[in-house]
């Protein structure tokens, strides 16, 4: 149809509804009139678009920045409201989460932290390796490693071995009342296995709460680090770079939050490393060093002194995700970021260092061949000691455990990929619905 022949038939169709509404026959609008009319309800509508329509995009994402503020500090005043001495108001408040917590890592001490905020005391229940594998396939850790790491965290106050994958209405009874339990909690994303809710059970009690998942982080991601083996989790063209998770000051300060400056009179012991990947060697060396004096601070080399000693994509988590990691240790009392390679005289005085010390199994160093070059201080001043390492665990386990069953993994990762794809899409999907365009990084 050409633009006349569609402005002669608008001007009929005017011309019929003003006669069906009982205008006279000479009332209808001339083809100048209406082509006039066209114009300006298109430019009017275009204007409006220009200038107030982008207006309601921006109130979309300044409302959803606002909701994503109002949830953190909901998560801080919980966290304020536990830490708060009311003598007036002592019950305990128990918590339980459980999980397979393979590979554990800062994105799993987070949820412990975000669980023990809803209490007092939290309970983790650790899957068994029969359950998981029933369920999703052969978990990567086995039950002894896996329970290592989750007791290790500062956050967990007791754990619970062999839990079901599934937790049936007896379990749950039984976990309640054996372990005198307030509420299950989990991640708030969906956990269906053969079309069925995981937690069920504990929703129809009604004793089932969520916390936020860690978002930018997950056992897949670094998973995928090591089947790819590309340097995309840090900067490309070099090292340093935060990976998709967003650390800020305050998941630092979260972290920290029951780090105290050590008295004069406590013997300070220092160990450094990448602690990369952190895992259950690292765990006993740690534990280790801290029962050879009252305050252990753990020094964290940086991204670039990493890769200098380990090559390839190493450190599979940056330096930032390291500092969480190791935060999270309940034998570390605090941590020293970015610690310098080589240990100085005013180093050692600063920190008040009373011992250095060094395992005899290493992740980051192969052979301590510059050992005189890097302790030179410490060795002058009688203050280092290589102690003997209580495990033999060290990241070339999990990597050579991977690699072993490349295809495997390359398939379980790949469907853990679209399974964490689909669920953030449906998550900001379901925000946009309700007027928020979308959110920012926990």
């Known amino acids: 149809m050409s633009e006349s022949a569609f402005i002669t038939w608008l001007v009929e169709l005017i011309q019929k509804l003003l006669v069906l509404v009982g205008a006279p026959d000479s009332f209808g609008p001339s083809a100048v ?41 909901l998560h801080f005043l919980q966290e304020q409201v ?22 554990m890592h ?31 396939g052969k978990p990567l850790m086995n039950d002894d490693e896996r329970m290592t790491m989750v007791s290790s965290c500062k956050f967990v106050d007791q754990i619970v071995p062999e839990c079901p994958y599934i937790m049936n209405k007896d379990y749950l009874d039984h976990v309640i009342k054996e372990y005198n339990i307030d509420y299950v909690v989990h991640g708030d ?9 995981v937690y069920e059970a504990a929703k129809a009690a009604g004793k089932f709460r969520t916390i936020p998942r860690t978002e930018g982080v997950s056992t897949t991601d670094i998973v995928g680090r090591m089947l790819l083996l590309t340097k995309e989790h840090h900067i490309h063209g070099g090292l340093g770079s935060q990976s998709k998770f967003l650390t800020t000051s305050r998941m630092l300060k979260l972290f920290s939050a029951d780090v105290r400056t050590p008295t004069k009179a406590m013997r300070v012991i220092y160990i450094d490393g990448a602690w990369d990947l952190f895992h259950p060697g690292h765990v ?10 009252d305050y252990l601070i753990a020094g964290i080399h ?7 000693q380990m090559g390839a994509n190493f450190p599979l988590l940056n330096l930032h995700e390291r500092v969480l990691s190791v935060l999270g240790c309940r034998f570390v009392d605090d941590v020293l970021i970015d610690a310098p390679y080589e240990i100085t ?22 052979n301590m ?5 890097r302790y030179r201080y410490a060795k002058a001043a009688g203050i280092f000691s290589v102690i003997k390492s209580p495990s033999d665990f060290r990241l070339e386990n999990i990597v050579q455990r991977i690699q072993e069953n490349q295809d495997t993994f390359q398939a379980k990762f790949k469907r853990k990929k679209k399974a964490e794809t689909d669920h953030y899409k449906q998550k900001y999907k379901r925000i946009d619905s309700n007027g928020d365009a979308e959110t920012t990084e926990q």
């Open 302 to 308: 940086g991204d670039a002194v990493v890769n200098r």
């Open 106 to 136: 800062y994105g799993h001490m987070n949820a412990f932290r975000l669980a023990r905020s809803l209490g007092t005391h939290l309970v983790v229940g650790v899957n068994s390796d029969q359950s998981i594998t029933n369920c999703k």
């Open 369 to 373: 061949s510059d050992e005189d070059n």
């Open 82 to 103: 536990r830490d708060a001495k009311d003598e007036g108001d002592s019950k305990e408040i128990r918590i339980f989460l459980d999980g397979a917590f393979d590979m």
């Open 189 to 197: 994303d969906p956990c269906f296995v053969d079309g069925k809710d």
């Open 345 to 366: 005289q005013e180093m050692i005085s600063s920190l008040n260092i009373a011992e250095v010390v060094h395992g005899t199994m290493c992740d980051d160093i192969e």
């Open 33 to 73: 009139d209406t082509s006039r009319s066209v114009v300006a309800i298109s430019m009017t509508l275009l204007f409006y678009y220009i200038f107030f329509g982008n207006r309601h995009s921006r109130k979309r994402r300044r409302l959803a920045t606002e909701l994503q503020v109002a949830k953190e500090k």
């Open 284 to 293: 006993a060396v740690l534990k280790a060093a801290k029962a050879r004096g």
